[in-house]
Nanobody, 123 residues
Framework: QVQLVESGGGLVQAGESLRLSCAAS????????MGWFRQAPGKEREFVARISYSGIITYYADSVKGRFTISRDNAKNTADLQMISLKPEDTAAYYC????????????????WGQGTQVTVSS
């Protein structure tokens, strides 16, 4: 049974930093693309960042480029999202996702989701 568990969310002020972590269990191999998505109240879930299973290839939404960094540790089965210079518009529930290829990342039925962790950035 695959399980993704996010942690590290919280309440911070604008300009501060947070580090989110996603702990994966039950994945049969490390060859999963990992990603982060977020959903703000009243809005659709949106892509934030993804990382290849090797950790070499990363991709970011324009809104977070230069401020967020995704990383992974395959030995620990974790994928982290380092967030700096946070803005109030970054406020959302953040979700970890795992899929066997990037085309399936975030696609329900073809990927795995965590339960989410809340990030709130006050101005």
């Amino acid at each position: 049974q695959v399980q993704l568990v996010e942690s590290g969310g919280g309440l911070v002020q604008a300009g501060e930093s947070l580090r989110l972590s996603c702990a994966a269990s039950g994945l049969t191999s490390n060859k999963y693309v990992m990603g982060w998505f977020r959903q703000a109240p009243g809005k659709e879930r949106e892509f934030v960042a993804r990382i290849s299973y090797s950790g070499i290839i990363t991709y970011y939404a324009d809104s977070v480029k230069g401020r967020f960094t995704i990383s992974r540790d395959n030995a620990k089965n974790t994928a982290d999202l380092q967030m700096i210079s946070l803005k109030p518009e970054d406020t959302a529930a953040y979700y970890c996702n795992a899929a066997l290829d990037s085309q399936k990342l975030g696609v329900s039925g073809y990927s795995y989701w965590g339960q989410g962790t809340q990030v709130t950035v006050s101005s």
